[in-house]
């Protein structure tokens, strides 16, 4: 590491690094074409250029901080997901083709998120460059000892006793990770336990006195609720960005159309007199009530039945493990596909793990106005409509009988169940 020399430059207002390498160093082509076409989100955005027979690395760190700004005091909570996004990450790495030995783990060249404390990391693609996990453990002994952890006193020794073993892993300090949640979720749930216990002692009328005494516990409760919520936050500040999403269909506008239909449907009532939805179903609880109430409402945006889409497998070349059929789920107005990782995705449908050809993230069948179209989410190996190779992030009509190809691996056509 102490070899290669990163050059700071800003251009357009962007901060820059810059590495060029030597002769001697060769290109991880296979590493690169991930990181320009499907990188993952904890890595920092990165480009090559060759100019005169020599491969310039350019890394973009606009938006992030350097990671020496990292507050050394953390809360346990912080600390602990920080962790664990960072070492499932580096476990899942391959998924991408990565090896995790190849990132830069310098805090030099190290950088975070201030919004949620997410590391990003510089990736190097140049082939043996690191051939053992010394760096990594440097890394996280300095996160060990240089950090001041509220409450974490246990999880601070016991991660440095696993990296002064000989024998150290990344599985290890998954292991220490994953005992410390599970203990966090343990106390949890003993806590949600003793409230409900108590509660249904001695149902006696509440008092004057009682009621105040209430109110400071529903406080307390509260701010408890909004401690845990946080946990929750940070998980979601993890999954793709709204980039992953179609444009103008991401969770928000799925509420605004469901809001929208639901004037829909108030419009329709409000202009004629509807006749029960099944007069021998009378509903006996709320839950009945509502499954009545929403069939009702679909009928009437609907009609009969919406059509059911599906992809057929017409060509499979070395894979044993593909779907003969893909079913669409259009309710949402999309269907994403992808690949099963290490680390969870949002697509709808995902192949196995093993179909490597496939991106985590591949594509997306959008509808508008009953017409379907496919669009490549700026997957690694592409994706083909009747054999021609799509653009990604252009959204291409897809028709009955056309031929869906992600990447070289397999062959659907779209078919619509009669």
């Not at 002692?201 to 009682?210: A, G, R, T, V, Y």
């Not at 969770?251 to 639901?262: D, G, L, M, P, V």
């Not at 379907?372 to 009988?401: C, F």
Request: charged content about 20%; overall charge negative; aromatic content about 10%.
């Amino acid at each position: 590491m102490e070899n290669l020399q990163f050059k700071t430059q800003i251009l357009a207002g962007k901060k820059i690094l810059s590495l060029e390498l030597t002769q001697n160093q060769a290109l991880d082509y296979i590493a690169l074409k991930t990181l320009i076409n499907d990188p993952p989100q904890q890595v920092v955005p990165m480009a090559c250029l060759a100019v005169n027979n020599t491969n310039i690395l350019r890394y973009e760190c606009d938006n992030i901080l350097d990671f020496k700004y990292l507050p050394r005091n953390l809360a346990f909570h912080q600390y602990l997901q920080m962790l664990d996004n960072l070492v499932t990450f580096l476990l899942g790495c391959s998924d991408w083709f990565l090896d995790h030995r190849s990132f830069a783990l310098n805090c030099n060249y190290l950088f975070f998120t201030k919004e949620d404390f997410t590391i990003k990391l510089i990736y190097l693609p140049i082939v043996g460059l690191f051939s053992s996990d010394e760096q990594i453990k440097h890394f996280f002994k300095h996160l060990a000892t240089d950090y001041q952890v509220e409450q974490g006193g246990q999880l601070l020794y016991e991660l440095l006793k696993v990296l002064m073993e000989s024998g150290f892993t990344l599985m290890d300090i998954k292991l220490i990770i994953d005992k410390h949640k599970q203990q966090q979720q343990q106390v949890l749930i003993s806590a949600a336990s003793d409230s409900a216990e108590i509660n249904q002692e001695n149902h006696q009328p509440i008092n004057q006195s009682d009621q105040q005494s209430d109110s400071s516990c529903h406080v307390t409760d509260q701010v408890q609720l909004e401690k845990d919520h946080e946990d929750v936050y940070q998980t979601l500040k993890d999954c793709p960005t709204t980039d992953s999403f179609p444009t103008g269909k991401t969770i928000w506008s799925i509420f605004k159309r469901r809001k929208a239909s639901n004037s829909k449907i108030t419009e329709k009532l409000d202009q004629q007199e509807l006749e029960p939805v099944n007069p021998k179903r009378e509903p006996d609880d709320l839950h009945n009530m509502y499954d009545l109430i929403t069939l009702n409402h679909t009928e009437l945006l609907t009609g009969d039945s919406l059509p059911e889409y599906f992809l057929k497998l017409e060509y499979n070349l070395g894979y044993n493990n593909l779907p003969a059929e893909i079913p669409i789920d259009l309710l949402e107005g999309f269907f994403t596909i992808g690949r099963q990782g290490y680390q969870q995705t949002n697509s709808s449908f995902l192949f196995d793990s093993t179909v490597k050809s496939v991106s985590r993230i591949h594509a997306r069948i959008e509808q508008d106005d009953e017409k379907l179209s496919i669009v490549d989410l700026h997957s690694a190996n592409g994706t083909y409509l009747n054999g021609l190779k799509l653009t990604p992030n252009v959204p291409a009509r897809l028709n009955l009988g056309d031929q869906i190809k992600f990447s070289a691996s397999a062959t659907y056509s779209l078919c619509i169940r009669e």
